[in-house]
């Protein structure tokens, strides 16, 4: 008989009463589900057997003897959450369901066609996935804010359980969730490592070093157990100290042998995400020799719930006041951010902010008047703030704002572009945008985001340029689906809409127009500001021009652009605080593309920027009033 090893030592053998495990049966299902994962593969021709194989145990014991939930509400709200985060291995979640009796066992040999939702990593498409994961090192991050959730704000029984590949282990991602839940003391977390000792091209760094993962987890503040991975008692007992840990996560680091079970392969090189071929048959049947129960499953895998998880309702969130500004006060967006931030926590009690210690220059710590438990601090580590964040909104338990410098959500874009394929409903909010934050210089000014948020499929993005669309952005942001991108600016910039405009997604608005204008001038935040300084320069020159504000680069009011360009002689300027390529500029261009006798004229940053003053970084750069009065000037003589 196996036993787990905890950081202490051994763990009693009257830990559990072994009596209520059904050993054999957990061995037979675990057996099952190899089974299951080499033919789905075969059928396929594609996918990771091996990788499976070495899971089959933990999964077997997870899903028929730990965890709690229900097979017709797979995502109750009081459930245990599970996120495979070495999402190659998606064959034996699959399995796993489809053993537990959620779907047919015949819908297996779907795998990766066209026509099914069983693809090669799974996503949510499927009711059992909360979040898509086979970008590795991220599962765990979303874990952790799905038990922070769970013990803080919940204040639930339900449990988080992350099954974590050891290759993917060297993802700094995956370093930066274990500090984040060690220091949140997430004792209903269990992070679950696979060490099979290969992988993808080699061996891993560490290979079967148990003690080296031992000590580097133990750092991190996890009650740690190192286990065989293979044995179902040992794991049984792990899964039960875990529940017991009280102030601390769970590690369970388990050994284990990729192609366990698989004659000639098991522990061998080169077998990384293939199907056997002509060795399945094989396999199959050294396997099978191996199951003592052929038949049903006796064990029932899904375990009574604690139904405690509150009802939630993330609906019609609005600002508790509305926006109270002067036209002509100068509010730096950011600012506004902060004071609408508060209202909607005020309105709404599952309103949450996450920070990356930046919080005082974001406004983000507007919160932390509000509600101190309802802000959430990540520290400098934006990789595992974006995860958390996407962790949070899962199973629509919170309605998420996570605030950075812009430039920083860059180091996040893997997390964002799978958070995108999550259907995760996410609000990011970036300060500090473009070279008008001044003197920090380049490092620090956001000039590439606006392209980054484009190309998320589904993504809004808000570009609000003054304290009133600031506010209004953030309360249509609360309410709508998928991921939205709010940018903020670090100057102060003047109040020029009522407080009572109505914004609308995929809308623009016309700040100033006549009959005789020459051109359309559309800026957003500080270049609407130089907009409409160039504006009245050119008006003391007989030339009026009209100035339009876009509120949401994506979706573009297409629509609104080429109606104000035609009654413009079809000449369109923009300008913008961003590098030329994917910004304000390119979707106006590709607004218009269709479209007859329209020439666009389009300042933005033309190479990499340096420290100054913001005035003189305008001017420096070509975005500036007198930049745009020239630009004006040369449209007009086309």
Same mark, same amino acid.
């Given at each position: 008989?196996?036993?787990?090893?905890?950081?202490? !030592?051994?763990?009693?053998e009257?830990?559990?009463?072994?009596?209520?495990?059904?050993? @054999?049966?957990?061995?037979?299902?675990?057996n099952?589900?190899?089974?299951?994962s080499?033919?789905?593969?075969?059928?396929?021709?594609?996918?990771?057997?091996?990788s499976?194989a070495?899971?089959?145990e933990?999964m077997?014991?997870?899903?028929?003897h730990t965890m709690?939930?229900?097979?017709?509400?797979?995502?109750?709200?009081?459930?245990d959450?599970f996120?495979l985060?070495?999402?190659?291995?998606a064959?034996?979640?699959?399995? #796993?369901?489809?053993?537990?009796?959620? +779907?047919?066992?015949e819908?297996l040999?779907?795998?990766?066609?066209?026509?099914?939702?069983?693809? !090669?990593?799974p996503?949510?498409?499927l009711?059992?996935?909360?979040? #898509?994961t086979g970008?590795?090192?991220?599962g765990l991050?979303?874990?952790?804010?799905?038990?922070?959730?769970?013990?803080?704000?919940?204040?639930?029984s339900?449990?988080?359980y992350?099954?974590i590949?050891d290759?993917?282990?060297?993802?700094?991602?995956?370093?930066? %969730?274990?500090?984040?839940?060690?220091?949140?003391?997430?004792?209903?977390?269990? $992070?679950?490592?696979d060490?099979?000792?290969?992988g993808q091209?080699?061996? &891993? #760094?560490?290979q079967?070093?148990?003690?080296?993962?031992r000590?580097r987890?133990?750092?991190?503040?996890?009650?740690?157990?190192?286990?065989?991975?293979?044995?179902?008692?040992?794991?049984?007992?792990?899964?039960?100290?875990?529940?017991? #840990?009280?102030?601390?996560?769970?590690?369970?680091l388990?050994?284990?042998?990729?192609?366990?079970?698989f004659?000639s392969i098991?522990?061998?090189d080169?077998?990384?995400?293939?199907?056997?071929? !002509?060795?399945?048959?094989?396999?199959?049947a050294?396997?099978e $020799?191996?199951?003592?129960?052929?038949g049903?499953?006796?064990?029932?895998?899904?375990?009574?719930?604690?139904?405690?998880?509150?009802?939630?309702?993330?609906?019609?969130?609005t600002?508790?006041?509305?926006?109270?500004?002067n036209?002509?006060?100068k509010?730096?967006t950011?600012?506004?951010?902060?004071?609408a931030?508060?209202k909607?926590?005020e309105?709404?009690p599952?309103v949450i902010?996450l920070d990356g210690?930046t919080k005082?220059?974001?406004?983000?710590?507007?919160?932390?008047?509000v509600?101190?438990?309802?802000?959430?601090?990540?520290f400098? %580590?934006?990789q595992?703030?974006?995860?958390?964040?996407?962790?949070?909104?899962c199973?629509?338990?919170?309605?998420?704002f996570?605030?950075? +410098?812009?430039?920083?959500?860059?180091?996040?874009?893997? @997390?964002l572009?799978?958070?995108?394929?999550s259907?995760?409903?996410?609000?990011?909010?970036?300060s500090?945008?473009?070279?008008?934050?001044?003197?920090?210089?380049?490092?620090?000014?956001?000039l590439?985001?606006?392209?980054?948020?484009?190309?998320?499929?589904?993504?809004?993005?808000?570009?609000? /340029?003054?304290?009133?669309? &600031?506010?209004?952005?953030c309360?249509?942001?609360?309410?709508?689906q998928g991921?939205?991108f709010i940018?903020?600016?670090?100057?102060?910039t003047?109040v020029?809409?009522?407080?009572?405009?109505?914004?609308?997604?995929?809308?623009?608005?016309?700040?100033?127009?006549?009959?005789?204008?020459?051109?359309?001038?559309?800026?957003?935040a500080?270049t609407?500001?130089?907009a409409?300084t160039?504006?009245d320069s050119?008006?003391?020159?007989g030339?009026?021009?009209?100035?339009?504000?876009?509120?949401?680069?994506?979706?573009i009011?297409?629509?609104?652009?080429?109606?104000?360009a035609?009654?413009?002689g079809?000449?369109i300027v923009?300008?913008?605080?961003?590098?030329?390529?994917?910004?304000?500029?390119?979707?106006?261009?590709s607004?218009? %593309?269709?479209?007859?006798?329209?020439?666009?004229?389009h300042?933005?940053?033309?190479?990499i920027?340096? /420290?100054?003053?913001?005035?003189?970084?305008?001017?420096m750069?070509?975005i500036?009033?007198?930049?745009?009065?020239?630009?004006?000037?040369?449209v007009?003589s086309l």
């Amino acid at each position: 008989m196996g036993c787990a090893q905890s950081s202490s !030592g051994f763990l009693p053998e009257n830990t559990i009463v072994m009596a209520e495990i059904n050993v @054999q049966e957990l061995r037979d299902i675990a057996n099952k589900l190899r089974v299951h994962s080499v033919k789905m593969t075969d059928a396929s021709n594609s996918g990771h057997p091996t990788s499976c194989a070495s899971m089959s145990e933990i999964m077997s014991v997870l899903f028929f003897h730990t965890m709690r939930y229900k097979l017709s509400s797979p995502k109750d709200p009081s459930s245990d959450r599970f996120i495979l985060s070495k999402g190659h291995a998606a064959p034996i979640l699959y399995a #796993a369901w489809a053993e537990a009796g959620l +779907f047919p066992k015949e819908e297996l040999m779907n795998l990766r066609k066209i026509d099914n939702d069983l693809e !090669g990593h799974p996503t949510p498409r499927l009711n059992f996935v909360d979040v #898509a994961t086979g970008s590795l090192g991220q599962g765990l991050s979303v874990a952790c804010g799905m038990a922070y959730v769970g013990k803080y704000y919940d204040k639930a029984s339900y449990r988080t359980y992350c099954l974590i590949g050891d290759g993917e282990s060297a993802e700094g991602s995956i370093w930066e %969730a274990l500090s984040f839940a060690g220091i949140k003391k997430l004792d209903n977390l269990v $992070a679950i490592f696979d060490i099979n000792r290969l992988g993808q091209s080699e061996p &891993t #760094a560490f290979q079967h070093d148990m003690d080296t993962y031992r000590m580097r987890l133990e750092g991190f503040g996890f009650n740690t157990l190192v286990v065989d991975g293979h044995d179902v008692e040992a794991l049984c007992k792990a899964f039960h100290e875990a529940a017991q #840990a009280k102030g601390k996560p769970t590690a369970i680091l388990a050994k284990t042998f990729k192609g366990k079970g698989f004659p000639s392969i098991e522990d061998e090189d080169n077998w990384h995400g293939k199907p056997l071929g !002509g060795k399945a048959a094989e396999v199959i049947a050294a396997v099978e $020799a191996q199951i003592q129960n052929a038949g049903p499953n006796q064990l029932v895998p899904q375990k009574p719930l604690q139904d405690d998880a509150p009802s939630v309702d993330l609906s019609g969130i609005t600002l508790k006041s509305p926006p109270s500004y002067n036209m002509g006060d100068k509010v730096a967006t950011r600012q506004a951010y902060g004071t609408a931030l508060a209202k909607l926590a005020e309105s709404n009690p599952r309103v949450i902010a996450l920070d990356g210690d930046t919080k005082n220059s974001t406004f983000s710590n507007a919160m932390l008047k509000v509600d101190p438990s309802r802000y959430i601090e990540c520290f400098i %580590a934006e990789q595992n703030l974006v995860g958390v964040g996407i962790g949070t909104a899962c199973r629509d338990r919170t309605v998420a704002f996570v605030s950075t +410098f812009a430039a920083f959500f860059t180091r996040a874009f893997d @997390q964002l572009r799978m958070g995108a394929i999550s259907q995760t409903n996410l609000n990011c909010v970036g300060s500090h945008a473009g070279v008008s934050i001044g003197e920090d210089g380049p490092s620090q000014m956001a000039l590439e985001d606006l392209a980054m948020f484009r190309s998320i499929p589904g993504c809004t993005v808000f570009y609000p /340029s003054d304290a009133v669309s &600031t506010e209004r952005a953030c309360e249509l942001a609360a309410n709508t689906q998928g991921i939205c991108f709010i940018r903020t600016s670090r100057p102060g910039t003047a109040v020029v809409y009522d407080n009572d405009h109505q914004f609308q997604i995929g809308k623009a608005n016309v700040l100033r127009s006549s009959g005789e204008d020459k051109a359309l001038v559309i800026g957003a935040a500080i270049t609407l500001r130089e907009a409409m300084t160039a504006a009245d320069s050119l008006a003391q020159d007989g030339v009026n021009v009209r100035i339009m504000d876009l509120f949401t680069i994506k979706p573009i009011d297409q629509e609104a652009i080429i109606k104000n360009a035609k009654e413009c002689g079809g000449r369109i300027v923009v300008v913008e605080d961003h590098y030329p390529e994917g910004g304000i500029g390119e979707a106006v261009k590709s607004a218009v %593309a269709m479209e007859r006798d329209i020439i666009v004229k389009h300042l933005a940053v033309p190479r990499i920027p340096r /420290s100054g003053k913001c005035d003189e970084l305008l001017e420096m750069f070509g975005i500036s009033a007198k930049a745009v009065a020239d630009a004006v000037r040369e449209v007009q003589s086309l």
